[in-house]
């Protein structure tokens, strides 16, 4: 049934501000707006190697109440010290302090500037199953 991520939506009061935030996070720029570029109430995102959708939605069309935080996941970051200090310079602020589990799993969360808990994960699972997904893969020409 589940078989991994495949979206995440954040709810933000202005959404061009915060699709700014992750462009210049990710790198990237949002492939999808509505009701258009310049008053945007929804962008979305694809992500990472499996390109995982990150949508933000207008806080005005989201069920939560205004008071809520929009939703949060965990991302795999590589270095989750590097992942922390970018956030925090970018304007996030600590949510959950950095914490080591067994197996090598390291997990933290800040609150981005709109108020979305944004979770980050160093994952031996997920290294595994893309290393397994790549092995599976035929070689190029194949």
């Known amino acids: 049934m589940l078989r991994g991520l495949a979206s ?40 990472g190697d499996y390109e995982h959708e990150l949508g933000i939605l207008d806080r005005r069309y989201a069920a939560a109440s205004a008071d809520r935080p929009g939703v949060g996941v965990d991302w795999h970051v590589d270095d989750i010290d590097a992942a922390l200090e970018r956030l925090a310079a970018m304007g996030a602020t600590e949510h959950e302090p950095k914490t080591v589990w067994e197996a090598g799993f390291v997990t ?15 994952n031996p699972h997920y290294l595994d199953v893309l290393a397994r997904d790549r092995a599976d893969r035929p070689a190029a020409g194949d």
């Open 8 to 47: 995440v939506g954040y709810v933000a009061d202005d959404v061009p501000a915060a699709a700014r935030w992750y462009a210049e996070l990710l790198g990237i720029e949002p492939y999808f707006l509505r009701p258009d570029a310049e008053n945007p109430a929804y962008v979305e995102f694809r992500v």
């Open 108 to 122: 933290a969360s800040v609150l981005d500037p709109f108020g979305n808990v944004l979770g980050v994960t160093y």
